[in-house]
């Protein structure tokens, strides 16, 4: 179903507080019972009442006064029930869920063409729920039962608004609003006669009257010259405008927001065989994202803001998940935060010849279109998540032709062309090329750098063109971690993600992690909170960079499901950790960083994603002995709105120096090499190149002369200033209830170096990659 409108004149009354009968976590071999007391005035004369459920998991009989009223055997549905005169002002909803463990058990054809082992069951192929709660590697439970999205109990008057559907298109400077809508009478009121579209927003007000059939469906088209567009935040303002219905110039419907943006490529392009390269509104996205984690509902928006903040501009919602709610999608309207959208199905191999399920999965992927398909926010369809893949490995043709079939291949584009979806749709991620996990094609899950331990320069050399999965690695947070706590693992896998963290440890920093897990543990977990950030800025800056062929990538995942060291960009309780503080500074939407072009030198690399011309000074320096500056050069750059560029740094310097340490003809004569970009007379990029081997060795804080004072920022933020006289790396900035905004910098001799904190300022304290122990941060003299 469509969003929900606010009709005026109606009541909607939020169904909260349902109790459990039963006791313990919920489980897939017990029933569970919930049960609601509603207290709601009985509807009057001409009055309708409509019980909707947002999602009830999973095989669920729902009782109003002990009487069944509904069947539910899909989580992903929602549905409404018609009440009127069934209230008594004292009443009882009743949600009986019934084990699966009974229904997984029994025998059923056609017979599974491969088992995957992400799942404990594969017989859940049957059966429309999630797969979160039910992988014993990364999600192992418990599985959400009941229901689990918002219920409430809608009173109508005169008139019903539903089925809505909102088609905003741009054509040249224009905008154009398709709207349809049923606008059906109440209680024996008269069957309405007008209707009129209103826009309000940026762009001015505009109207236009829509035609009502005798059908009661209103539709029709409304006109906005010269419309405000709509952007992802980082490459300009997301503008929105209200949309509302005037029924008869007397009822109100709001209908929600939409934007104006032209996406390419659109709905016919053809991702497996030329993979994805989103443009907006003309201006090229290099797609930085993550996979999407399931939240409570108060902390959804606090979630995407530490996203945006960050530098993300996507979230992916993979099938192995649930459909993101109305708020969710609202939110990413609002905060110009694309949305990759996967249909919920992952890894199995679904049996859409049987009739109950194909009609589950209809009725599934119509409402679920209905509900994302013209929002602004919306970049990708995608069908599954690694069927294909999995069909392929499993050895059942080469993925594409039998793990696709009519479900992935058929039936959902085509629903998705029916619901006028203006976006492109993958089959699969990943797919595409002879076989779907090769990474050079099509759309690639990439873990070259990361779980299969290749190289760094695997980033470049593998050809990823885009990756709808990638850089799962065990990223430690701000606070003290045990070995093991919340690091994922494969099922089946002698090792796990911290072992493959460990491995880059080692080979970033020169020191055997095991060794010095030993020996010092607070050190320890200091560089593994810097290989994690080190490994994505490194990836993301060679995908970044204007000649590669990759548009974009996605991180598994963002935030953690539970404490510890999990894929999380973000931990449990939604903190940006190290690892992303350090990303942040390749994805900012203007960022700088450094590419090691071999005997080709250093390149610096600038972006300027938002929507007004960059004037800057790039400055670049070389560094010996972590103490001295010796070679400096400086330019005046303009880059263009969505633009680019990049300068060698040699030829900045006018001459070959060796920075990138390539050609070996004697001793190192640097160990650093320093980019800092400059705008309005302040700092708004650096990056910083070890051309021998990053600073391992720690030193105390007097021989670095590193200094740190904090002094009150706006906005409650407290702004610490680091300086230094000798070279310090990695720097991170903690302490209890705090949160570093943009820490995990270089320091470089000689220079100072501002890092943001939210929250608590009492007692800070400094850590870094060469640091003995930490600093405490101290009060700056007024």
């Known amino acids: ?349 679904y049996p859409i010849s049987e009739p109950e399920l194909r009609a589950l999965v209809e009725a599934e992927a119509r409402q679920e279109l209905a509900r994302v398909v013209g929002r602004p926010s919306l970049a990708v369809l995608c069908g599954n998540s690694e069927v294909e893949q999995q069909a392929a490995m499993f050895g059942v043709g080469r993925g594409s032709e039998e793990g696709r079939g009519e479900l992935f291949g058929e039936l959902l584009p085509a629903l998705a062309r029916e619901a006028g979806a203006d976006v492109p749709y993958a089959p699969s991620a990943p797919c595409g090329g002879d076989l779907p996990f090769h990474p050079g094609t099509g759309i690639a899950n990439y873990f070259g750098v990361g779980g299969y331990r290749r190289p760094l320069s695997d980033a470049r050399t593998a050809g990823v063109r885009f990756a709808s999965e990638c850089l799962a690695l065990a990223n430690v947070p701000d606070r003290d971690v045990a070995d093991g706590e919340g690091v994922p693992r494969d099922v089946g896998s002698p090792w796990d993600f911290a072992d493959v963290r460990d491995h880059y440890l080692r080979e970033l920093y020169g020191v055997d992690p095991d060794a010095l897990r030993e020996a010092d543990r607070a050190r320890y977990l200091e560089l593994s909170r810097a290989t994690s950030g080190e490994l994505m800025a490194y990836v993301f800056g060679e995908w970044r960079r204007a000649a590669s062929p990759c548009g974009g990538g996605i991180v598994l995942w963002l935030r953690d499901l539970l404490p510890g060291a999990g894929w999380g960009l973000l931990d449990h309780e939604g903190r940006p950790k190290p690892a992303l503080r350090r990303l942040r500074q390749v994805l900012a939407p203007v960022a700088c960083w450094i590419v090691d072009e071999g005997l080709g030198g250093l390149d610096v690399h600038v972006a300027n994603d938002g929507p007004e011309p960059l004037e800057a000074e790039l400055r670049v320096a070389l560094i010996a002995d972590s103490e001295r500056i010796v070679e400096e050069a400086r330019e005046e750059i303009a880059i263009p709105a969505h633009g680019s560029a990049h300068r060698n740094v040699e030829g900045l310097l006018g001459r070959f120096l060796d920075v990138s340490y390539a050609y070996r003809f004697g001793p190192p004569a640097y160990d650093a090499v320093l980019a800092v970009l400059e705008s309005g007379g302040r700092q708004v990029a650096q990056a910083v190149h070890f051309p021998v081997g990053r600073p391992a060795e720690p030193r105390p804080a007097e021989e670095l002369g590193l200094r740190a004072e904090a002094r009150p920022g706006a906005d409650g933020i407290t702004e610490v200033e680091l300086s230094a006289e000798r070279l310090v790396h990695a720097v991170r900035v903690f302490g209890p209830g705090a949160a570093a905004l943009d820490d995990q910098a270089t320091i470089a001799p000689g220079e100072r170096h501002v890092v943001r904190v939210a929250g608590e300022a009492a007692e800070l304290r400094v850590a870094a990659a060469n640091l003995e122990g930490t600093l405490p941060v101290t009060a700056a003299a007024h």
């Open 1 to 349: 179903m469509p969003r929900w409108p606010e009709v005026s004149g109606h009541e909607v009354l939020p169904l909260a507080g349902w109790a459990v009968d039963e006791d313990g976590p919920p489980s897939d071999d017990q029933p569970r019972t919930f049960r609601l007391r509603l207290t709601a005035p009985v509807p009057g004369d001409g009055e309708q009442a409509v019980l909707r459920f947002g999602g009830l998991a999973t095989l669920c009989t729902v009782e109003l006064n002990g009487e069944p009223i509904l069947r539910s055997e899909s989580m992903f549905l929602e549905h409404a029930v018609d009440v009127t005169g069934r209230l008594t002002g004292d009443d009882e909803l009743v949600v009986r869920c019934e084990p699966l463990t009974e229904v997984l058990a029994q025998r059923r054809r056609p017979r599974q063409r491969w088992r995957t082992r992400l799942v404990a069951d594969s017989s859940l192929r049957f059966v429309r729920t999630a797969i979160h709660g039910r992988a014993p590697g990364f999600s192992p439970g418990p599985p959400i039962v009941g229901p689990w999205r918002p219920a409430r109990l809608e009173i109508r008057r005169r008139v019903a608004v539903d089925d809505v559907a909102l088609r905003p298109r741009l054509k040249g400077a224009d905008g154009t609003l398709e709207v349809r809508a049923r606008v059906a009478p109440v209680g024996g009121a008269a069957a309405p006669r007008t209707a009129t579209v209103v826009l309000d927003g940026p762009s001015g007000r505009h109207e236009a009257e829509l035609t009502v059939g005798p059908d009661s469906v209103a539709h029709g088209t409304l006109s906005a010259p010269d419309v405000e567009r709509w952007w992802p935040h980082t490459h300009g303002s997301p503008a929105l405008h209200d949309v509302a219905l005037l029924i008869d110039g007397e009822v109100e419907a709001k209908l929600g927001r939409v934007g104006f943006r032209a996406l390419e490529p659109g709905p016919d392009h053809q991702v497996e065989r030329d993979s994805l390269a989103l443009r907006i509104n003309g201006a090229p996205v290099f797609v930085r994202g993550a996979v999407w984690t399931p939240v409570p509902d108060e902390e959804v928006e606090p979630t995407l803001r530490a996203a945006r903040e960050a530098g993300l501009n996507l979230i992916r919602l993979a099938g192995i998940g649930t459909y993101g709610s109305d708020s969710l999608h609202d939110l990413c309207d609002e905060l110009g935060m694309l949305v990759w959208q996967d249909f919920m199905f992952a890894n199995l191999d």
